[in-house]
Structures are given as structure tokens and as C-alpha cells.
């Protein structure tokens, strides 16, 4: 797709763009940098290796959690280390390549300041012979530039006059969230941001996103970023252009560049039309151009400019490139068809169903006490089993009263299954805002020896937040069941079974070979509902090069697989909570101001992308 992609993003009117850098096995780093210089582009490179963007522990290794006496992105030894490492490599990768400039840390904050000063001056020293860049970081020192990310940043200025003033993150959109509404942001709104920096002496506007894409593999972070980092881009999630966004933008961009002669001559001179209401000129022997805005959120106005009178709409710029014919307003947005999805097959679908771990599987350990779940997983997988033993007596009174006795775990998160004798009782799940969890629930226990299961899922490793490194996952208790004659029974010292990753995993049943090594049922006999469930279909690959993507409406909660290559998690059964209604344009925007599909998933439509091969096999886990 890389090089539709960057061809769209040069036609919508982008000079450099901006690359997240991922595993050389997935993504050629050095091979989409030539890619782009193929098309006449330069790369704004950001090197990180910090890079947020809603990936999975930030994109860092889990292993380096572990290292002795770690603590991410602060004036730590082990860390700087690896940090160093790491940049040293991928700038040796680029010295033959063809970069606008690089990036390294942003976003520390107060905490960091003496790691800020000591990531300074490692990269200035590596000799990249492009300036470097820190976001949102005023205390850049030089000669470093500081830059902003956000949703609009008109006003700001760099730490010191003779710095460019630089926009390095131009939100698009917003994230989307399981269980949240799907957030967007309106392309006015957006034209308006981007045209208010420039007026204002912006001299570097990259968006982020121009195009999001999709989170495959199981690289969404948050916890709780779904698959979908569609962004309402400009270039949505399947690499097509969103209209009217893509091209409002693409004539933004045409506008200021007719303008660029006067732009980098001068400093604008600012004069007010009317009340709320001013002029930017930029005039000078190499020409005139003119940004005439209406910050009023409800009215349109009409002003004398130069001898002239222009009809301004409410919350808009228009551009003058030279200071009398105005060939672009950021309100003003023509119609375009909307994109349309249409069905090319249908799957007709096999399962088979995960066995329930227990203490005596392969590679099960067992010990005293419960244990954090990623110490456990390395985060290899989304699933830990937690299992035990609970013997009941004869005498208990719950089994004569029929009162079942109630079972409470408490997980730092993120969802939770139950199983009791290999029956589910119950689940909980937490959200992005709150990950952690407590399932309470009244459970049936027979007399004697009853077999407890909880099966802990990871929705994504934290991508933000202080010491992210720190936080937890899984079952940390208590745990307890409440009920018996004894009172209540504290189970968290309790002999427990650990069991790494599903069944299904170890068959490697995600893969052409290991589904085939299994016998699948179909027709009458596929479960329906049913958890832990392994679904599969084969289907000739669609003709052509359109973009595709699966319809998994009808699935819970599980991950993807084509051809052994898995496309994301899905989860549309957790529908969008929140407050979505009629969206304006006009004022100051922020996340939660224009979002769509409330009551709905919040992603159904996960994108495919194209493969190779004749046929698919497409694998599900639910």
C-alpha cells in the first residue's frame, strides 16, 4: 500500500511525512524512505524511540521493563543506554537517506529535565546534518526546536525568537476507543487551524495523522485503542481518501503555497477589520498575500479590504495570495460522494472449541500467592489462566439453601472470564479510563472438589502516563468467596496454577498449517455463543486492488488471523457508550465534541489488506 499511500498524500498537497518506525519484519523502514524519494518527498523522521501513538507499550520491547534498575525516559542509566543504542542504529540506517529532519523525545515534562538536556546533546552529537526537533518540550535547549502538537496552536512561539516555528502534530481526529463513540473532527475546523498557524508565522504544519491505518497484530495500545486508527485522517483506515477532508486540505495547501514567495519574505503585518475580525499581510518586494479571519463562532461578516469587500463565513480564513483575489476560504467546503462499502463474499464458517486450562496442562506452573500477569506472559499473548481448587463440604449450607456463595476477584485488568467446572460463570471488562476491574458474582459450587478458572485478557499495554512501566496487568486480588459457613474465605495465599496463552496458541492454530492438523465442525454442529471458540473460513481472494475489510458485527471479543498473519483484535460487542448529536464547525474543538456511532460498535469493519495468495484462510478466536 506504501506507495499509493504517499502518492495520495503528495497529491493532497504534503511535502514530508512523518514515519512511526515498527519491526524490520513488518515494516522496511529504509525502504519507504527511498519510496518517498521516489516521489519527490522528504521524511520528517521520528526516531523516538518514545513514540506514543497508541501502540502497544509504547513501542518499547517488553524486555526492557526487566532490566535492573530501569525507569523509562528519566535521567536513568540502564534506559539512557538502550536509548542511545537505539537512536545511534537508526541514524546510521539514514545517512545516505533523504530527510527534512529528525525528532527525538518529546512530552517529558518537569520530571525529565536533566534526561531532556542529556537526550539534547546525544543526538546533536550524532551529526545528522538536518536540525532536530522536541514536541511540546519549552525547554529545548539549543540548538534544538521546540515544537507543538494539538488541535490548534495559533499562538504559540518557540523558546527563542530565531527558532522556526514548527507544528509537528496537527490532530486530525482523535483515537478510537473500545467501548467509546467514534470521535471526528470536521474539515473546516481543521482547514481553520491549519490556515490560523501560517497567518500567524507557522512556518511547518505535519499532520497526525494524515493516514492512520489499522493497528494489526496486536500492536494497539491504550490499554483499549481498538484496531481501527482510522483518526477521521484525510486518508481514512483502507487508504482512501475522505471527502469532502481530503480534498478541502489539498486546495489549503495549494492556496498557501501560491502565497509562499511573500510568506517567507516578511513578518506579518496584523490590523483589525472589525470587532472580531483581522488582517495578516505579508508584503514585501517578493510579493503580497493577505489571510483575512472571522474568529466569530455564529456569524458571517462582510469587510473592506483594501477597497474591496469580502464575505467572510463564521470561524474562517480566507487566503489572498496576492492581497486582492481570494482563491480559498476554510469554510467554504464543496459535496463529494461518500465512500460505499459493498459486499464481495460471504463465509461460511467451521469452529472449534479451546479446552478450559487446568493444573495438570504443559508449561503450567504452579505457586503460592498470585502474580502480575505480564511478569507472566512477557506479553507473548492477551491471556494468562489463573486456576485452583476450591473443595467445598458436605455440610455447607449454600447447598441446601441454594444460595450460591459470592466470588469477588479484583484484577488491575483488563477483562476477566470465569469459569467454574469448566462452565463460564461470568466476565468483566474496565475501560480505557478505568482498566481496572472487579468480577462479584454468586457462583455454583457443588460438594467436594470444584475447579476455578480465570482467564485474564490484556487489551493493550499503556502507551502514556507517568512510569508507564510500572502499571499492572491481571489478577492481583483479592480474591474471595464469601458465603460459606466460615464466613468469607481469603484466596489470594491460595496454591495457584499459572498457564501462559491459550491451547489453540500451542497448536499454533492461527497458522495454514497447525488449522489443519485439527478436525473443525460445521453446519448443525457449530457452536453458537459459545466462549473460547476458534472460528475459520477459507474464501477465494476479491479481483482486483480495492481495499477490504472484514465484517465481524456478529463476533465478541478475539483476534484475526489471515493466512497466519493476524490483522488486530475485534471487539464489537462492546458497543460505544457516550453522548454523539448534531456537529457544528465553528469554535474551539476538542476530543469529545463531534463523535459518531453511539449505541454501535465502535468498530465493526476492520480493514483487510490485500494478500498474495489465491485463497484465504481466515482465522477468528472468540
Not at 500500500?1 to 498537497?13: E, F, H, N, R, T
Not at 539549543?142 to 502538537?149: A, G, L, M, Q, S
Not at 483487510?608 to 484465504?616: D, G, I, T
Request: glycine fraction near 8%; charge should be neutral; charged fraction near 20%.
Amino acid at each position: 500500500m506504501w506507495p499509493d499511500l504517499i502518492q495520495k498524500a503528495k497529491d493532497g498537497g504534503l511535502d514530508p511525512r512523518k514515519i512511526l518506525f515498527c519491526d524490520p519484519d513488518l515494516y522496511d523502514l529504509v525502504k519507504f524512505i527511498k519510496l518517498a524519494q521516489l516521489h519527490g518527498l522528504y521524511v520528517h523522521l521520528r526516531i523516538g524511540p518514545y513514540i506514543c501513538a497508541e501502540w502497544n507499550f509504547e513501542r518499547f520491547p517488553v524486555w526492557l521493563k526487566y532490566v535492573p534498575g530501569i525507569a523509562f525516559r528519566t535521567d536513568n542509566r540502564p534506559f539512557m543506554a538502550e536509548m542511545e543504542k537505539f537512536t545511534q542504529k537508526i541514524v546510521y540506517m539514514m545517512k545516505a537517506e533523504r530527510l527534512f529532519q529528525t525528532q527525538g523525545e518529546w512530552e517529558i515534562g518537569e520530571p525529565g529535565k536533566s534526561y531532556t538536556q542529556w537526550a539534547a546533546k546525544m543526538a546533536v552529537a550524532l551529526n545528522t546534518c538536518v536540525p532536530w526537533v522536541m514536541c511540546k518540550q519549552e525547554d529545548s535547549p539549543n540548538p534544538i526546536i521546540d515544537t507543538c502538537n494539538g488541535f490548534c496552536y495559533e499562538n504559540f512561539t518557540p523558546n527563542k525568537n530565531y527558532k522556526a516555528k514548527m507544528w509537528t502534530e496537527i490532530w486530525t481526529g482523535w483515537y478510537t476507543e473500545f467501548g467509546g463513540a467514534v470521535p471526528t473532527r470536521p474539515a473546516q475546523d481543521l482547514a481553520f487551524s491549519v490556515a490560523r498557524f501560517i497567518q500567524n508565522g507557522g512556518s511547518f504544519a505535519n499532520y497526525y495523522m494524515y493516514h492512520g491505518g489499522t493497528n494489526f497484530g496486536r500492536t494497539a495500545g491504550g490499554p483499549f485503542i481498538a484496531t481501527s486508527y482510522d483518526y477521521d485522517a484525510p486518508l481514512d483506515e483502507y487508504g482512501l481518501p475522505r471527502e469532502p477532508k481530503y480534498s478541502h486540505l489539498k486546495y489549503l495547501h495549494r492556496a498557501i503555497k501560491l502565497a509562499e514567495s511573500a510568506l517567507v519574505a516578511t513578518d506579518a503585518a496584523v490590523s483589525k477589520l472589525r470587532n472580531n475580525q483581522e488582517a495578516h499581510v505579508y508584503q514585501s518586494i517578493s510579493g503580497c498575500a493577505a489571510f483575512l479571519a472571522n474568529y466569530d463562532t455564529k456569524y458571517s461578516v462582510r469587510v473592506m479590504f483594501w477597497n474591496k469587500q469580502y464575505n467572510l463565513p463564521p470561524w474562517s480564513i480566507s487566503i489572498l495570495p496576492d492581497c486582492k483575489t481570494e482563491v480559498f476560504n476554510t469554510a467554504r467546503i464543496g459535496q463529494s460522494p461518500p465512500t460505499k462499502m459493498t459486499p464481495v463474499a460471504s463465509l461460511s464458517w467451521q469452529a472449534y472449541m479451546e479446552e478450559i486450562a487446568t493444573a495438570n496442562d504443559d508449561n503450567s506452573i504452579t505457586l503460592v500467592g498470585l502474580r502480575e500477569q505480564i511478569s507472566q506472559t512477557r506479553d507473548a499473548t492477551d491471556y494468562l489462566w489463573y486456576t485452583t481448587n476450591i473443595t467445598i463440604g458436605p455440610n455447607e449450607q449454600f447447598l441446601r439453601t441454594g444460595q450460591y456463595p459470592i466470588l469477588t476477584v479484583d484484577s488491575a485488568g483488563h477483562a476477566l472470564l470465569v469459569f467454574i467446572n469448566g462452565q463460564l460463570s461470568g466476565s468483566a471488562y474496565g475501560t480505557l479510563e478505568f482498566p481496572k476491574l472487579e468480577f462479584k458474582q454468586g457462583v455454583k459450587l457443588r460438594a467436594g472438589i470444584n475447579k476455578l478458572a480465570l482467564l485474564s485478557v490484556s487489551v493493550g499495554l499503556p502507551n502514556v502516563g507517568v512510569h508507564f512501566e510500572t502499571w499492572n496487568a491481571g489478577v492481583l486480588g483479592p480474591v474471595t468467596l464469601k458465603g460459606v459457613n466460615s464466613g468469607t474465605w481469603d484466596m489470594l495465599r491460595w496454591q495457584w496454577t499459572y498457564k501462559t496463552g491459550m491451547k489453540g496458541d500451542d497448536m499454533s492454530l492461527h497458522t495454514v498449517g497447525g488449522s489443519s492438523s485439527i478436525e473443525w465442525v460445521q453446519g448443525s454442529l457449530l457452536a453458537q455463543h459459545q466462549p473460547l471458540t476458534w472460528y475459520k473460513a477459507i474464501l477465494d481472494a476479491p479481483p482486483g486492488n480495492a481495499p477490504l475489510a472484514l465484517d465481524m458485527g456478529s463476533m465478541g471479543k478475539g483476534q484475526m488471523w489471515i493466512n497466519g498473519r493476524s490483522i488486530g483484535c475485534h471487539w464489537p460487542a462492546y458497543t460505544a457508550k457516550g453522548t454523539c448529536g448534531t456537529c457544528y464547525y465553528a469554535g474551539t474543538y476538542t476530543e469529545n465534541k463531534c463523535r459518531t456511532n453511539c449505541g454501535q460498535p465502535s468498530q465493526r469493519l476492520p480493514c483487510s489488506p490485500l494478500v498474495v495468495e489465491a485463497k484465504w484462510e481466515f482465522i477468528g478466536c472468540v
